[in-house]
């Protein structure tokens, strides 16, 4: 549990870093119009400070760096397994190939995000790619839950049900994957329909969905009515149904596992079980709820026109969202055994053909308890280690 200590350490580093920040006080980044330059924006010393500090230009671009640096060949490699090294496609392994195709989507537009932190949250590519980061961060992180949902219902029908045709039915698990993705695709649209990037006054930069532009100070409402009740649906709905599905999920996993402890193979499956459970919470603690809650908040506060609000924690909770690129993959590692053998042999450079062929010969050998080695029939002793 060293790793769930780190993300912990991290989380509470990330309070204190905004706290400081805004010396003990957050403020919304709200920029009104200037009005001696229509075309910029103003807002105050508060918001200006936070986008110079260290939190935003040294801590949120190193997150994203690791991010970066782990998500990318873990996810590569998840795809490579599921594509080219497991040869019996059943709907687990459906659900977390198309987890793994939404985080790598998502990590390759990290250079991006990173460049523009440590360029002092200048954004230097345009409108048009501020709004692909935007829906491409947003559609991992809801794309996630979803598929999560579907692994988790999937795992414990396995295990409830194992006589059941349900449970190998791919057709299904394809069919849902593809709603998601239309799904996903749709209520991203809206992130398009408005723009994300700011030009400053003070300090001379531009901003892409950091600061939130309000043009009439006595109705902000009307400025973002649009995000807030796309945040308040996203959250409320996509985010919450399937966070209970998952909840409900794991109860009657455990369940179902208990009424097997007669089974030889129950306490491996129930530790895997809560091996499994524990990288979910995880995630979900570190990187979904906490955000979500303070999407659900920040634009809560922000259409009755309430500027303390704890802005810097709101993307701080936000930057650590991005983590679930690099948890995804121990979601794959526990659920499979298989994926598991496929990772092992891949790094070890171990071709399809290869891997099958010492399956065959060690099918042919007995196992010996004693020796801890397999025995040929001519009483050849060989190594259980590759």
Not at 79 to 97: C, D, E, G, N
Request: charged share 15%; proline share 4%.
């Amino acid at each position: 549990m060293d790793y769930t200590r780190l993300l912990s350490l991290l989380l509470v580093f990330c309070w204190f870093c905004a706290s400081d920040a805004l010396s003990g006080k957050g403020r919304g980044f709200v920029g009104f119009k200037d009005p001696e330059d229509s075309g910029r924006y103003i807002v105050d010393q508060a918001a200006s400070d936070t986008l110079k500090s260290r939190l935003t230009t040294v801590f949120y671009p190193i997150i994203y760096i690791i991010v970066f640096v782990v998500g990318l060949p873990a996810n590569g490699m998840a795809i490579w397994v599921f594509l080219f090294r497991t040869k019996k496609k059943h709907p687990s392994s459906i659900y977390m190939a198309n987890l793994a195709l939404v985080d790598l989507l998502f990590v390759i537009w990290m250079p991006l995000k990173i460049d523009y932190h440590f360029s002092g949250n200048n954004w230097s590519y345009g409108e048009p790619l501020c709004k692909v980061l935007v829906s491409f961060f947003y559609g991992n992180m809801y794309c996630s839950v979803l598929f999560i949902a579907c692994l988790s219902v999937q795992r414990y029908w396995v295990v409830a049900h194992p006589l059941s045709q349900q449970r190998k039915n791919n057709k299904l698990a394809i069919g849902i994957c593809v709603a998601i993705w239309a799904f996903i695709w749709l209520t991203t649209i809206p992130l398009y329909l408005y723009d994300h990037t700011a030009k400053l006054k003070d300090p001379n930069i531009t901003t892409c969905h950091d600061v939130n532009m309000i043009n009439d100070p006595i109705n902000p409402f009307a400025s973002v009515q649009l995000p807030y009740y796309y945040f308040i649906f996203m959250g409320m709905v996509v985010f919450l149904v399937p966070c209970v599905v998952i909840i409900v999920a794991y109860v009657l996993l455990l369940r179902a596992l208990g009424n097997t402890m007669e089974n030889s193979n129950a306490s491996k499956n129930r530790r895997k079980a809560v091996v499994l459970i524990v990288v979910v919470l995880v995630t979900f603690v570190v990187c979904f709820i906490p955000s979500n809650i303070m999407l659900v908040l920040h634009y809560s506060l922000l259409k009755d026109g309430e500027v303390d609000n704890g802005y810097s924690f709101y993307t701080s909770t936000l930057c650590l969202a991005s983590l679930n690129s690099c948890l995804d993959p121990f979601i794959y590692y526990y659920v499979s055994e298989e994926f598991r053998e496929h990772v092992k042999n891949t790094l070890l450079c171990r071709s399809s053909r290869t891997v099958e062929r010492m399956r065959v010969s060690f099918s042919s050998m007995k196992y010996s308890s004693k020796n801890k080695s397999y025995m040929s029939n001519t009483g050849t002793t060989q190594s259980s280690t590759c």
